[in-house]
């Protein structure tokens, strides 16, 4: 009997291996985001035909995560206070959503699975972002989008339903960076986003300045459970974003009301 990995290097080989694409609204905001003259009515115009995404913005712009004063009733005066870019790079973060959905209820727990902990990441790295000088929203949406590549894995395993689930957790951690950056570079994400699924689990990797990759491997390395978590000196991103590693836990917990908030917000 053929592995799981086996079929799905094959469907590569073959070039039929089904990829998900990035839903309408995301996709629709990936093509203006760069326009010089996007402006707050387009962005509005094209948010608002998701309820749920515009219901989460609202959210959010009325939350202490952003620390405004001002209660805001409608999406356009969200968009207004947030900003083009904070708004448009967190529909497109919140829209995946259903992308992590399948008709076979054991890959739908696995589905969910996946998205819980990709969510749970982003909100650290979303934290994170502020020590690092980086962009919380951007952060967001690394870490929300940094194993993207176990869907088709799961969708191919779903066309046979025979594969154990440790061969399917099994071949989900071999191959996902892989895939994950094959879609990323598909849906035409900036490289510091789309190289982060080959990337973040290079404990050792150098680079001259902190980024994105280097939040996600710090939160990826904090959510481990306590005897699968790497000695913090073996991370290199933790001297880039101006820790030491003695003192990780004491920087975590005092970042610990704003990840809880973030949280609490995001998977609303």
Aim: charged share 25%; glycine share 2%.
């Amino acid at each position: 009997m053929r592995s799981l990995a086996a079929a799905i290097m094959n469907a590569i080989e073959n070039d039929n291996l089904a990829l998900p694409t990035l839903p309408e609204i995301a996709l629709r905001i990936r093509q203006c985001e760069n326009d010089p003259n996007l402006d707050v009515i387009t962005l509005t115009r094209i948010i608002e035909h998701d309820a749920a995404t515009t219901a989460h913005l609202l959210r959010i712009a009325n939350s202490p995560l952003v620390r405004r004063e001002v209660k805001v009733a409608d999406l356009s005066k969200a968009i207004s206070l947030l900003g083009l870019n904070y708004c448009a790079r967190l529909a497109i973060s919140l829209s995946t959503r259903q992308l992590f959905n399948s008709k076979n209820p054991s890959s739908e727990v696995k589905m969910r699975e996946i998205w819980q902990n990709s969510l749970d990441l982003a909100c650290h790295c979303y934290v994170l972002a502020d020590k690092a000088h980086l962009v919380p929203e951007e952060a967001f949406l690394a870490g929300l989008l940094h194993k993207i590549g176990a869907l088709p894995i799961i969708n191919m395993a779903d066309k046979e339903d025979r594969y154990s689930l440790e061969e399917l957790n099994s071949t989900i951690d071999k191959i996902h960076p892989m895939l994950g950056e094959n879609i990323l570079t598909h849906w035409q994400f900036p490289r510091a986003i789309a190289d982060i699924p080959q990337n973040y689990e290079d404990h050792g990797r150098h680079t001259s300045r902190v980024d994105l990759c280097d939040l996600v491997t710090i939160a990826n390395n904090k959510m481990r459970n306590e005897d699968e978590r790497l000695p913090w000196s073996d991370i290199s991103a933790i001297e880039r974003i101006g820790w030491h590693s003695s003192t990780v836990d004491e920087e975590f917990y005092q970042m610990t009301t704003r990840i809880e908030l973030a949280h609490d917000i995001f998977n609303s």
